[in-house]
Nanobody, 122 residues
Framework: QVQLAESGGGLAQAGGSLRLSCAAS????????MGWFRQAPGKEREFVAR????????DYADSVKGRFTISRDNVRNTVYLQMDSLKPEDTAVYYC???????????????WGQGTQVTVSS
């Protein structure tokens, strides 16, 4: 019943922007940490950003600091990843996930979306 659904991926030019959305349903996430991860061909899944549903601290991977912004919406059912100043190396499948405690580790996250493709051309 618990579902996470990503949307907003697509093709962007280097220096451009995309906004990803993660719609959460089927459960309560008020005590959870929501995270964005990405996986490029030939690479391991890597942490991108995280935020608590209850608000507070945001955390970002060094590779995206200053360029990406994670946020949650007014009704607490959607998490966003605003991606600005995109680079070709940002190309990957982006996943939304939920964890019962705050972590950067893939293994801490119990629920995952199916992913959305982001492609950045040079």
């Amino acid at each position: 019943q618990v579902q996470l659904a990503e949307s907003g991926g697509g093709l962007a030019q280097a220096g451009g922007s995309l906004r990803l959305s993660c719609a959460a349903s089927g459960g309560t996430f008020s005590t959870h940490t929501m995270g964005w991860f990405r996986q490029a061909p030939g690479k391991e899944r890597e942490f991108v950003a995280r935020i608590r549903w209850s608000g507070g601290v945001e955390d970002y991977a060094d590779s995206v600091k200053g360029r990406f912004t994670i946020s949650r919406d007014n009704v607490r059912n959607t998490v966003y990843l605003q991606m600005d100043s995109l680079k070709p190396e940002d190309t990957a499948v982006y996943y939304c996930a939920a964890a019962p405690y705050s972590s950067r580790n893939v293994g801490a996250y119990d629920y995952w979306g199916q992913g959305t493709q982001v492609t950045v051309s040079s």
